[in-house]
């Protein structure tokens, strides 16, 4: 079991609506000596892919990419969920459903950032259904560029964005799978990854 899994099962809060709350050490509060942990073990699982750009997503994303970006020696891009008067130029956009707020976000990158010299690593903290995904890797296509991999902290393996992702040919490397949880017993149960390698 690695550290995260570990962290999610001592802190993780199951809330109803299939909504993991883990804000103690990964999304509010955050716990970079963990980050750094899950920035080498994607190193190591995208050892030899040419990646000089990580993209992410507007809040979350960000601290764990930050972090995960300095084992890979590379800038960080986050895609800002809302117009702002400092965004000019040229930008790429995509719609996306957000999973905890129920709204439609119209996300937005500068493609002063994202170019067709690009080779992207996509991470986020949390894949659901997939829409947060969806929508990065339609603005890293508009771009021109290339993603090269895919960086979840934790999937919930029993919605469907890792099955869809997966089918569409990206290598997605989950660091937890969560296959069940529950809000009455906050029974959260992990997949066992040993068991689905050996
Ligand atoms: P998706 O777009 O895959 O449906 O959902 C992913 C996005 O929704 C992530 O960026 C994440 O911020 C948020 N999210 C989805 N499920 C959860 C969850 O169980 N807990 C938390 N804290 N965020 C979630």
Redesign the pocket.
């Known amino acids: 079991m690695n550290c995260l899994e570990e962290r999610i099962l001592k802190d993780g809060v199951v ?1 109803e609506g ?6 103690s050490f ?2 509010h509060q955050m716990d970079v000596q963990l980050f750094q942990q899950m920035g080498e073990e994607w190193k190591k699982r995208f050892d030899g892919k040419p990646i000089n750009k990580i993209l992410t ?1 507007e809040a ?2 960000i601290g764990i990419a930050a972090v995960a970006a300095l084992a890979f020696d590379v800038p960080v891009v986050f895609a800002k969920k809302t117009q702002s008067v400092n965004l000019d130029g040229e930008m790429l956009t995509a719609e ?5 707020h129920k709204n439609t976000n119209h996300v937005i990158v500068s493609s002063k950032f994202l170019g067709p010299e690009d080779r992207v690593l996509i991470i ?12 990065l890797i339609q603005i890293v296509n508009a771009a021109g560029a290339k993603v090269e991999g895919i960086g979840i902290a ?1 999937e ?1 393996g029993f ?1 469907p ?1 890792g099955k869809v992702i997966r089918n569409m040919g990206y290598q997605l490397e989950s660091l937890a799978i969560v296959d069940s949880m529950d809000a009455v017993s906050g029974r959260i149960t992990l997949r066992d990854r040993q068991h689905e390698q050996g």
Do not use: M, P
Request: charged content about 20%; hydrophobic content about 40%.
């Open positions: 809330k299939n909504v993991l709350k883990v804000d990964l999304n997503i979350s994303g996306v459903e957000s999973f905890t986020d903290d949390f894949l659901a259904n997939g829409c947060a995904l969806q929508g934790i919930k919605q964005g």
